[in-house]
Nanobody
């Protein structure tokens, strides 16, 4: 079955960086777009970035220029390189794939930006 597992979160100071990973299995990874989303306490889940099967990328305005999404088809893994982190980036970060009209999510990884 489709599985996604995020990792790489943690506590980081403002201005710092983290590289998040999302390891996947159960589907033909190279044929699908994948996305990163995040949910801060008390807020709705929001879209962060998407990478298509052809490696085209799009970003939300809030992270454009600071975050980079990438993929490694050989490892069936999608990454989110974060930099210049701010307190408002604190959230649980999730990856998602949509297959056959069904959304699949990982359990998430916590990113906390604090001094």
């Amino acid at each position: 079955q489709v599985q996604l597992v995020e990792s790489g979160g943690g506590l980081v100071q403002p201005g710092g960086s983290l590289r998040l990973s999302c390891a996947t299995s159960g589907f033909l990874f190279g044929s699908y777009s994948l996305g990163w989303f995040r949910q801060a306490p008390g807020k709705q889940r929001e879209w962060v970035a998407t990478i298509t099967a052809g490696a085209e990328t799009t970003y939300s305005d809030s992270v454009k220029g600071r975050f980079t999404i990438s993929r490694d088809n050989a490892k069936s893994t999608v990454y989110l390189q974060t930099s210049s982190l701010k307190a408002e980036d604190t959230a649980v970060y999730y990856c998602k794939v949509t297959r056959l009209f069904t959304d699949y999510w990982g359990p998430g990884t916590q990113v906390t930006v604090s001094s």
